[in-house]
């Protein structure tokens, strides 16, 4: 299974960024929750940068305005995680472009759907 970081990981769970990690701790991959002003997300130890992430991460999904986007997206570059999944409303032309000419691959997609899940059922 692969490894995910949530990026925009929440403690709400009435929001994405948590329904996200549910979903895929719940498939069985190993989750990664960031967010800087978190230490714990449904149990699960929160980072405040992927940089901080121990070991390989093998997509990052995206939970966070495209401008929040924009600050981070050279951390997944410098982190070498080669995928990233843009959620509705977090992506921009301007990202769009700047993942372009890191040479990262972007899905635009519900990462929640991707897990095989509906956000409803969260």
Do not use: W
């Amino acid at each position: 299974m692969p490894s995910i970081a949530i990026i925009g990981a929440s403690a709400n769970r009435a929001k994405y960024g948590n329904k996200a990690l549910r979903a895929y701790l719940q498939r069985g991959d190993t989750v990664y929750p960031i967010n800087p002003r978190l230490s714990e997300v449904e149990g699960v130890r929160a980072y405040a940068s992927v940089l901080d992430v121990p070991g390989d991460i093998d997509i990052a999904t995206f939970y966070v305005p495209p401008e929040v986007g924009l600050k981070v997206i050279e951390e997944v570059k410098q982190k070498g995680i080669p995928q990233i999944l843009l959620n509705p409303g977090a992506e921009s032309e301007e990202l769009l472009r700047k993942v372009e000419a890191l040479g990262i691959q972007s899905t635009l997609a519900c990462s929640i759907a991707l897990a095989g899940r509906s956000p409803s059922e969260f």
